[in-house]
């Protein structure tokens, strides 16, 4: 089965660091795009692009985490990895990975195929 399986997540306050990771099974995520969406309190039918890195391995973050959030691909266990640091209480919300082979940072999230099951991240004091 084609799967994306999420880890990490929780409690942390502000300025605290989290770890997400997204394990793919079935298929193998170097021939993907990947990325990170965001579902906020209260706006649990948006997705915000969080960040993305392209199948021509192009990144892009938003704005609101530049500088503090890391995303990668570890092609040898097939995983990626959102690395949250400097955490405000704004970056509270459910973390969900995506995968899609043709993806850009520009397709909006029904265009992305793949998806976990998300990762409850509250960041708060």
């Known amino acids: 089965q084609l799967r994306l399986v999420e880890a990490g997540g929780g409690l942390v306050q502000p300025g605290g660091s989290v770890r997400l990771s997204c394990a793919a099974s079935?298929?193998?995520?170097?021939?993907?795009?990947i990325g990170w969406f965001r579902q906020a309190p209260g706006k649990e039918r948006e997705r915000e692009r969080v960040?993305?890195?392209?199948?021509?391995?192009?990144?892009f973050y938003a704005d609101s985490v530049k500088g503090r959030f890391t995303i990668s691909r570890d092609t040898a266990k097939n995983m990626m990895i959102l690395q949250m640091n400097s955490l405000k209480p704004e970056d509270t919300g459910v973390y969900l990975c995506?995968?899609?082979?043709?993806?850009?940072?520009?397709?909006?999230?029904?265009?992305?195929?793949?998806w976990g099951q998300g990762a409850q991240v509250t960041v708060s004091s």
């Open positions: 995506a995968a899609e082979r043709g993806a850009t940072w520009f397709s909006p999230w029904a265009e992305w195929g793949y």
């Open positions: 079935g298929f193998a995520l170097d021939y993907y795009a």
């Open positions: 960040s993305i890195i392209q199948s021509d391995d192009m990144t």
